[in-house]
Nanobody, 120 residues
Framework: QVQVVESGGGLVQPGGSLRLSCAAS????????MGWYRQATGMQRELVAS???????NYADSVKGRFTISSDNAKNTVYLQVNSLKPEDTAVYSC??????????????WGQGTQVTVSS
């Protein structure tokens, strides 16, 4: 059993910033990668940024230079610093954790998401 909990979303004006957090817990032996996704109303979920346990990162073109993903492997936590926010960044931001259970077997677990709203 793996639990994933996001936090840090909120209402912010264009140009503002937030720091989103995602913490994984439970029967985790190894985390291979963690990623942030977002889904705007009426749109499909898209990958925003991801990071492997080794520190390799990947970003969607739309957020490069504005968003930064980082992780604290000891805490099984990943962060997403979101800067220079635009109205089109408005979405539910969800965290995915891909790893291996204690006792064997892989998992891909999602949190419930945190709402980011960018509006003046």
């Amino acid at each position: 059993q793996v639990q994933v909990v996001e936090s840090g979303g909120g209402l912010v004006q264009p140009g503002g910033s937030l720091r989103l957090s995602c913490a994984a817990s439970g029967s985790i032996a190894t985390i291979y990668a963690m990623g942030w996704y977002r889904q705007a109303t009426g749109m499909q979920r898209e990958l925003v940024a991801s990071i492997t346990s080794g520190g390799a990162t990947n970003y969607a073109d739309s957020v490069k230079g504005r968003f930064t993903i980082s992780s604290d492997n000891a805490k099984n936590t990943v962060y997403l610093q979101v800067n220079s926010l635009k109205p089109e960044d408005t979405a539910v931001y969800s965290c995915n954790v891909y790893g291996r259970f204690v006792g064997g077997g892989t998992f891909s677990s999602w949190g419930q998401g945190t709402q980011v709203t960018v509006s003046s």
